[in-house]
């Protein structure tokens, strides 16, 4: 039986950047889907609502069919069991992002040894940018168009 290929890029998106899409739109030949999957934790107070960072990224992915945007609570591992995916995706800016996230892949494959982690590197023009740099840039009135995805200008 050959099953459907596919992967949950998770994160909270709040905002998402252009190094989000970047991830997303160099693993898209590789999958016969992707599931952005946006984190909901009511714990945690976001700059944007849940129901804008879906917008964001429903229109930043609306041109292409392999991407699906969802949202999810509680563990990824879970939520990644009930879509059918077997690959998390995940960027790297740094070897610190390296070392945060090596972790968290080894605690997921301990807990579904079935499911992969795979890494991609951040394009070098987004390594040194992060959705908090993106809040504050926002927050202060500065120019956030060289940042996020293009079909979310005027949404922001």
Same mark, same amino acid.
């Not at 930043?60 to 041109?63: D, L, M, Y």
């Not at 610190?96 to 040894?113: G, H, L, W």
């Given at each position: 039986m050959n099953e459907m290929r596919i992967a949950v890029f998770p994160g909270f998106f709040d905002p998402v950047t252009r190094g989000h899409e970047a991830i997303v739109k160099r693993a898209i030949p590789l999958f016969e889907k992707i599931i952005v999957? &946006?984190?909901?934790? @009511? %714990?945690k107070a976001n700059f944007f609502p849940l129901e804008q960072r879906l917008q964001f990224l429903e229109k @930043? *992915? $609306?041109?292409d069919a392999k991407v699906?945007? +969802?949202e999810f609570s509680g563990l990824t591992v879970d939520f990644c069991r009930s879509v059918g995916a077997? &690959? !998390?995706l995940r960027g790297l800016r740094s070897v610190?992002? *390296?070392?945060?996230? $090596?972790? !968290? %892949?080894?605690?997921?494959?301990? +807990? &579904?040894?079935e499911l992969e982690?795979?890494?991609l590197l951040t394009d070098p023009e987004y390594t040194a940018f992060t959705s908090t740099i993106a809040r504050d840039i926002i $927050?202060?009135?500065g120019n956030i168009k060289p940042f996020v995805p293009v079909a979310i200008h005027q949404l922001i």
């Open positions: 999957a &946006v984190g909901n934790n @009511t %714990a @930043t *992915f $609306k041109n699906e945007v +969802m077997s &690959v !998390i610190s992002d *390296f070392e945060y996230e $090596k972790n !968290i %892949a080894q605690m997921n494959r301990a +807990m &579904v040894p982690t795979l890494f $927050k202060y009135g």
